[in-house]
């Protein structure tokens, strides 16, 4: 059995109807391939736009010609007409502003210094911000007022006087902004990172591309808007929106460098940025010129297909909030910067927590614009498709954000520090029995890893019940998992349990030497189920809690030192004493051991005999940590005191007799003997 096959083509303006017709008489038993109508492919949007150009002569030659013929004034006399109403709007405006506004537009003295704080600088530039807002809705109202009189209502004149306000306008309100952000010129109301020469080439580079853009706007709306070339004009407003993003790429290169330190300064933790800020700071503007080229895609497809759609609008609106979001995180990251620098320990957390919120609701807040831009409402609940998980999305988001602010602001509370005096205590222990921290140091590395875990989980749960997730299976898996842990570990159970029973005790703590079953030395760091302690000479020892055993801590409250020295039986013992107890009264005045002395230096008399020699006994008593710059100290002052006074120091002698000195010591003897009994030396008679 053979199958024909029949295809129609229908072409028109009716040929959606004409396909119907068709497809209604068909056979039942007939087999249709596809519904669809095929439509034959026509020229690209650019080939259109090309096309339609060519009248664009014909349409700026026909508007030209009318308005020469209509009652109204010329082109060039309407520009002429508008620059001088700008420049008395423009006059005017600075006159009200001197007169009613200086207290708005006028910048804060600053310091003695010559430096405004930040908080001051925010003030001053939003205070001048507010007074150029007002400057000008002047402007805008006495230009348009102006334009009423002057031009006749929906004449070309008047429609060409909208336009070059409108660009102007456009071109002010952006240089306003941008001033209000680099602070150029004025650095009392900066409040960026930004230096002088940063600010003022940032300012110079945005000013040219801005009446650069203001000019492009100026002749694509008058073409499109004014002119009404319509088709016509397309391809003319494609081109010069091409050139807009090519201006606006350039001027993203050009300032790279002062944007990407600003971005390293205000957003780095530490004195070095990290890895992630290092390539934001330096690849920045790779972002925005994709964004750019983005905006302009869409609005040159919008020109040539007749219309510029939300999705134009859409991307211009994002590339503003792009564009100012950055610059007010990077403002709330150098008040940040100086708020804890001021601050003292106490209000590091609250400092922390508050401005995390503040640069939460910032991210938070663009989001939320750029979806509006698109058409979503992130709060609605009647979203269908994909965009029914965009409320969860912000909702979670929220969620995050007030997690982490509530983390950083406990781990900044939680967080002891280092103070100026531990450091010297840990330099001058030498590794033995040094002083150690505060319990507050030792317990809260612990409590902060707690916290840690219980707000990340409680974050991480609530933001996932914000998403729809259902958290319930999540948290009896949780349990199940925690209970066979619990049964499997029963050693780590017992180390754990061993550890909260010695912090609880106060039996160690951070940077005090203590003797364990298992080890000996400093404790450098305390963890969840062990310890890790720093020998003296080098090794670490890492000792779980219930291994520990008997601790013995040789930093606690206070250390007793005691050392000796060997003088001449010949020497009077007690003039030895009264001279040690004059060091140790120095001792004790020397500026450099102020409030380290718990007991002066004394001796404690002979304390044993070497040989002939005494041996005189030394100690004092001092805080942990202490003990060996004093030591060192008092060993020094004794021996210039033993030089000074003459005192007789036990030199250890050590006699060696050898055989054949014995026996020549055996012979004289004998002979002496001899010689005592005759009366003379041997061999001689006595007289």
């Known amino acids: 059995m053979s199958e024909a096959k029949v295809e129609f ?3 028109g303006e009716n040929a959606a109807e004409i396909a119907e017709k068709i497809r209604s008489h068909i056979p039942e038993g007939a087999t249709l391939v596809s519904n669809d109508p095929v439509v034959p492919e026509g020229p690209s949007l650019i080939e259109v736009g090309l096309q339609n150009s060519a009248g664009l002569p014909a349409k700026l030659e026909t508007w030209f010609s009318s308005v020469q013929a209509g009652d109204g004034p010329g082109f060039f006399l309407a520009l002429v007409i508008c620059a001088a109403i700008f420049a008395a709007a423009y006059g005017i405006e600075r006159l009200l502003a001197l007169l009613l506004l200086k207290r708005l537009t006028s910048s804060p003295a600053s310091d003695g210094n010559g430096e405004e704080a930040t908080a001051g600088r925010i003030t ?11 400057r000008l809705l002047v402007f805008y109202a006495l230009s348009r007022v102006a334009f009423s009189i002057v031009f006749a209502a929906g004449s070309e004149a008047e429609e060409l006087a909208a336009v070059a306000l409108g660009s102007l306008m456009l071109a002010r309100v952006w240089l306003s902004v941008l001033q209000v952000l680099t602070g150029s010129g004025d650095p009392s109301r900066r409040p960026t990172a930004l230096t002088d020469g940063e600010a003022t080439f940032v300012m110079r580079s945005v000013t040219i591309l801005v009446i650069f853009l203001a000019i492009s706007a100026f002749a694509r709306d008058f073409v499109v808007a004014v002119v009404d070339a319509a088709e016509s004009g397309a391809f003319f407003a494609v081109v010069t929106r091409i050139a807009d993003g090519i201006a606006a790429s350039v001027f993203f290169f050009v300032v790279r460098k002062p944007v990407g330190k600003l971005i390293v300064r205000a957003f ?15 690849f920045w503007y790779l972002i925005y010129i994709l964004l750019m080229a983005l905006q302009v895609a ?4 919008g020109y040539l297909a007749g219309t510029l759609g939300q999705d134009a609008s859409a991307l211009k609106r994002s590339f503003a909030v792009f564009v100012l979001a950055p610059f007010v995180l990077a403002g709330l990251g150098v008040w940040r910067k100086q708020r804890l620098s001021r601050s003292g320990a106490k209000g590091q957390g609250r400092i922390h927590g508050i401005f995390s919120l503040l640069e939460g609701a910032v991210i938070i807040g663009s989001a939320v614009m750029i979806l509006f831009a698109w058409g979503i409402d992130p709060f609605a609940t009647d979203l269908t498709g994909a965009k029914r998980i965009v409320p969860g999305l912000v909702s979670a988001a929220i969620t995050i954000v007030v997690g982490i602010s509530v983390w950083r602001t406990l781990s900044a509370f939680l967080d002891p520090g280092t103070s100026s005096d531990d450091e010297e205590g840990a330099e001058s222990s030498d590794g033995e029995g040094g002083a150690g921290g505060s319990r507050f140091e030792t317990v809260f590395p612990i409590l902060r890893a707690f ?3 219980l707000v990340g989980t409680i974050t991480v749960m609530l933001a996932l019940t914000s998403l729809g997730v259902q958290i319930g299976p999540l948290l009896a898996g949780a349990g199940v998992l925690g209970l066979a842990i619990g049964f499997g570990a029963q050693k780590v159970v017992e180390d754990v349990i061993s550890g909260l029973l010695y912090l609880t005790e106060d039996a160690f703590r951070i940077g005090e030497y203590i003797e364990t079953r298992e080890g000996k030395g400093s404790v450098e760091k305390i963890m969840l189920r062990s310890v890790r302690l720093r020998h003296h000479r ?6 779980p809690f219930s291994a520990m055993g008997t601790i013995q801590n040789h930093s606690r409250d206070w250390v007793k030192v005691k050392f000796s020295f060997d003088v001449a039986p010949s020497e009077d013992l007690e003039r030895v004493r009264k001279l040690v107890k004059k060091i140790g009264q120095k001792l004790m005045d020397d500026p450099e051991l102020e409030g380290m002395f718990l007991e002066p230096l004394k001796s404690q008399g002979a304390v044993a005999m070497v040989g002939p020699n005494y041996q005189i006994g030394v100690k004092f008593s001092c805080k942990p940590g202490q003990q060996f710059t004093i030591r060192r100290k008092a060993i020094t002052a004794i021996q210039q005191a033993i030089k000074e006074h003459g005192i007789q120091v036990a030199t250890p002698r050590v006699v060696v007799d050898s055989p054949s000195d014995a026996a020549a010591a055996a012979a004289k003897v004998a002979s002496d003997q001899t010689a005592a009994k005759t009366g003379g030396p041997q061999g001689q008679p006595s007289g």
């Not at 001053?124 to 007002?134: D, S």
């Not at 080098?538 to 000792?543: I, L, R, S, Y």
């Open 124 to 134: 001053a530039a939003l205070r001048w911000g507010v007074g150029q807002a007002a």
């Open 298 to 301: 869409a609005e040159s497809r």
């Open 451 to 453: 916290l840690a875990a």
């Open 268 to 282: 780095s933790s530490g004195d070095e940025p990290g890895t992630v800020m290092t390539l934001l700071g330096r």
């Open 9 to 11: 083509t229908v072409s």
């Open 538 to 543: 080098g090794p670490v020892f890492t000792v």
